[in-house]
């Protein structure tokens, strides 16, 4: 059997010296090629976790392990970040002065690539999510759903081991968000990379294999979808 891809144990995260208490506890084991949505209300914790499990926060309590290495005892969190972890966010995150191409580039700064070798393949992956005419435009004229496909590609530039989406559906239309979890459900299969969907949302926790139930900081249940690959 093969060996975690994330391990947390005991994870605690409070705020304002203490007072407000945003993680009580948490443990729980993702195996490498997953396909997990972590569920909650607001205020459950939620987004405290995947900032801890994308190497955003370390001002935590508790031990946690991604593909080996000990986040507590990172000296370069971004160069982590950049060669493990690609992140997808509900408000896209793209940069406005820069074309779709150029914005899916952005990550590769830390990889030893030519110029002509970044632009290759950000033009590759925009292509693979059917945004080849799409390339040379500023976000401002792309409709949300094709930003989030933007902000897709982006998250695959350094081909990550994790990919972590953050309410990836939240400013979406109904057909729009379902068209980004198909395309989700497409790159983890094809890509074999470890997907975490961080969602309110039941209906796109439904899509996971398993799910994580939080409430008040803690992991209070998971369930499972077995019919989910």
Do not use: C
């Amino acid at each position: 059997m093969d060996s975690p891809l994330i391990e947390a144990r005991d994870l605690q995260r409070s705020y304002d010296n203490g007072t407000v208490k945003a993680l009580r506890g948490v443990s729980f084991t993702i195996a490498p090629g997953e396909f997990v949505s972590i569920m909650g209300p607001s205020g459950s914790g939620k987004s405290t976790l995947l900032h801890i499990l994308g190497a955003l926060d370390n001002g935590f309590d508790g031990n946690i392990t991604i593909d080996g290495t000990d986040l507590r005892k990172l000296d370069e969190p971004e160069r982590f970040r950049a060669r493990v972890i690609g992140f997808v966010f509900q408000s896209f995150h793209l940069l406005p002065t820069l074309t779709a191409v150029e914005n899916v580039q952005v990550p590769m700064f830390e990889m030893p690539w030519s110029a002509s070798e970044r632009r290759e393949r950000a033009q590759s992956l925009l292509a693979s999510l059917g945004l080849a005419d799409r390339a040379n435009h500023l976000p401002s004229k792309l409709s949300g759903g094709e930003r989030q496909r933007v902000a897709i590609a982006r998250s695959l530039a350094n081909n990550p081991r994790l990919l972590l989406a953050d309410e990836p559906t939240g400013n979406l239309d109904s057909t729009s968000a379902a068209k980004i979890i198909e395309l989700l459900h497409e790159i983890h299969q094809r890509n074999n990379v470890t997907v975490i969907i961080v969602t309110h949302d039941p209906n796109v926790a439904s899509h996971a294999r398993r799910t994580l139930h939080m409430l008040d900081g803690r992991i209070v249940r998971e369930t499972s979808n077995p019919a989910k690959t």
